[in-house]
């Protein structure tokens, strides 16, 4: 069967579908890059805000409207969190696979009976699903290798635990026969992703002793890369190995949502201002050029101007390299849907948003300012045809051109004004 898959949202669905792409290729199916070519189209989804929410529901339509014969499976969170009812918002739907046993959707291509039209995570499951192995990775030299799946953290703001279910571990010997596979096809860079990447813990340790097995398996392995940490990933040990193994990358992003007390504590954020910028000093004294990116939830319920300002001082203390903004949205069933009243409007919550980004944009410049002349190496990963140039990021996450060299090639450079106007404009 022609089969097309596609996502939205996050790096675990990103790696989620290049895993079902594998499947099906073993299966003997056929990927198919237009939609039009497809006999089964298979939508992974986003939840996590109510944009991402209405995004994944217009996209399913869309592809409905453009290839009226196919079958059509939504998979993900939003199953998870509409239900049965994405049955009545999207009617022409074969079947709505939550975020367990998506493999089931093998079984419509190869046109076995269905038993269910829906299936849904049972949310206490602690069973890591194996989606499988990948070796390629949509041919780029950079792959996400998923370590775990859920969250037990709960904040009040967030949906992710209600859809993704508890924490489950992925086993320890996947991860590193999986990242083994990949080196042999060519990929230089592995980010590790999960739902709550810092929560790894098997019988055989927690996230560094992972990170320092990998280092020690693979030492053609060119850099390894966490797609996001907590606060308390940071321990000394951490540090330690950071810096004595400069392949782990010097770009951490560390999620802050807010720089005000009160509204981490009503966040349910299991740390203040204080132990979070005592910690971030003493990475910088001991890594350099060590970077840092965030998220901020701005117009959380009950913020006030006084606590917003508080957040955009924080922001410029800490000196963050790249900020996500998100403006609070409800989410269905979370403590702050039903307890906290959404109370900062719409039109308070835009201003913040953009207050927020043109702070970010003017700590990105002064950051990069500081490091005109600096020889840095960057791993070339694309080219763009409309520049025509190739484009590759450093270690600390900078990204930067070269020309006359290949996707893979390992290049030397030094970083110039023009550099930096790039990176200021260019969000990435």
Known sequence: ?????????????????????????????????????AELIIVNTCDVTEVAKKKSLK??????????????????????????????KL?????????????????????EPLETKIILNHKNNR??????????????????V????????????????????????????????????????????????GIDTVAYLDEKGDLVSLLKEILD???????LRLSSVELQTLSDDFIKLMKSDRRLCRHLHLSLQSGCDRILKLMHRHYDTKTFLKRIKTLRNEIED????TDVIVGFPSESDKEFKETMQFIKE?????????????????YAQRFLKDDVNSAMKKERVHALLKLEQSLREKILSKMIGKEVEILIESYDDKLGTYFGLTDNYILLSANNVNIGDIVHTKITKDDIEFNVKVRF
């Open 217 to 223: 398996t693979y030492p053609n392995l060119y850099r």
């Open 127 to 144: 069973t890591y699903e194996e989606l499988g192995h990948i070796s390629v990775f949509k041919g780029h030299v950079r792959s996400y």
């Open 59 to 88: 996209t399913l339509r869309s592809l409905h409207h453009l290839n009226t014969h196919a079958k059509i499976v939504a998979m993900g969170c939003i199953v998870e969190d509409l239900k049965e009812e994405i049955f009545v």
């Open 290 to 293: 060590v970077s840092f990116s």
């Open 318 to 334: 800490v000196n963050f390299f790249k900020v996500h903004v998100f403006p609070y949205s409800e989410r269905n069933g979370t």
């Open 146 to 193: 998923k370590t775990s799946d859920g969250c037990d953290k709960f904040c009040t703001y967030c949906i992710i635990p209600y859809v993704r279910g508890r924490l489950r571990t992925r086993r320890r010997e996947d991860i590193i026969l999986e990242i083994g596979k990949l080196l042999d096809n060519g990929v230089k860079e592995i980010v590790l992703t």
């Open 91 to 111: 009617p022409f739907l074969t079947m709505a696979i939550g975020t367990k046993e998506r493999k089931e959707v093998l079984k419509i291509a190869q046109n």
């Open 1 to 37: 069967m022609n089969v097309y898959l596609t996502f939205l949202g996050c790096k675990v669905n990103d790696y989620e579908v290049e895993a079902l792409k594998a499947s099906f290729l073993n299966s003997n199916h056929k990927i198919v890059n237009e939609v039009e070519d």
